[in-house]
């Protein structure tokens, strides 16, 4: 049976992860409280923020704003885009 989660960022019972995606305390924060749906949109706007404004995570700066936007994505506050990215026509 697959184990729910009330989800942080879409406010529903949804199926939640496997495992906790990072260790520590904000791991089990994400593993108790984000569903699968959640991170895997985070992942996929993870990606177009490094690659639509050329991040760095060798770079300590590129890192700690990427954090700081998977926290505002997952609890559902306003986060940053990828200026000038359009998406493709389905």
């Not at 529903?12 to 994400?30: C, F, T």
């Not at 984000?34 to 177009?48: F, I, N, P, R, Y």
Request: aromatic letters at 10%; proline letters at 4%.
């Amino acid at each position: 049976m697959t184990r729910t989660v009330m989800c942080r960022k879409y406010k529903e019972e949804l199926p939640g992860l496997e495992r906790a995606p990072y260790p520590g305390a904000k791991g089990e924060d994400i593993f108790n409280h984000v569903s699968q749906k959640a991170w895997a949109d985070w992942q996929k706007h993870q990606t177009l923020l490094i690659n639509e404004r050329r991040l760095n995570m060798m770079n300590a700066e590129d890192r700690k704003f990427l954090q700081t936007e998977m926290d505002k994505f997952l609890s559902g506050a306003d986060y940053a885009q990828a200026e000038g990215y359009v998406a493709p026509e389905k």
